[in-house]
Nanobody, 125 residues
Framework: QVQLVESGGGLVQAGGSLRLSCAAS????????MGWFRQAPGKEREFVAA????????YYRDSVKGRFTISRDNAKNTVYLQMNSLKPDDTAVYYC??????????????????WGQGTQVTVSS
């Protein structure tokens, strides 16, 4: 099991940027796929971005491609989500996720083994 703690959320104007961080503990982080999901009020949790265990592959939902970048530093047990050109529609609680299976991915909630507590991102128009 991997324990996850997110940070970096906040209030930003449309067009601005934020960088989310997710600090992980546990011996399996470097062999776990990692990802970010988000959930807006009244909506289901949705996939945002994912990165393979070695950082060699990344995946994004269409609406954030070209604006968000996921990365990881296995030496620091941390995964990041750089969010640029933010829009009001990006407003949500953002959750860090670790894969259920070693060397797996986190492109759907069913593949997630561990969740962080979430961090609020609010984009004002």
């Amino acid at each position: 099991q991997v324990q996850l703690v997110e940070s970096g959320g906040g209030l930003v104007q449309a067009g601005g940027s934020l960088r989310l961080s997710c600090a992980a503990s546990g011996r399996t982080f470097s062999r776990s796929g990692m990802g970010w999901f988000r959930q807006a009020p009244g909506k289901e949790r949705e996939f945002v971005a994912a990165i393979s265990w070695n950082g060699g592959s990344t995946y994004y939902r269409d609406s954030v491609k070209g604006r968000f970048t996921i990365s990881r530093d296995n030496a620091k047990n941390t995964v990041y989500l750089q969010m640029n050109s933010l829009k009001p529609d990006d407003t949500a609680v953002y959750y860090c996720a670790a894969s259920k299976h070693l060397l797996g991915l986190t492109t759907t909630p069913a593949l997630v083994g561990s969740w962080g507590q979430g961090t609020q991102v609010t984009v004002s128009s």
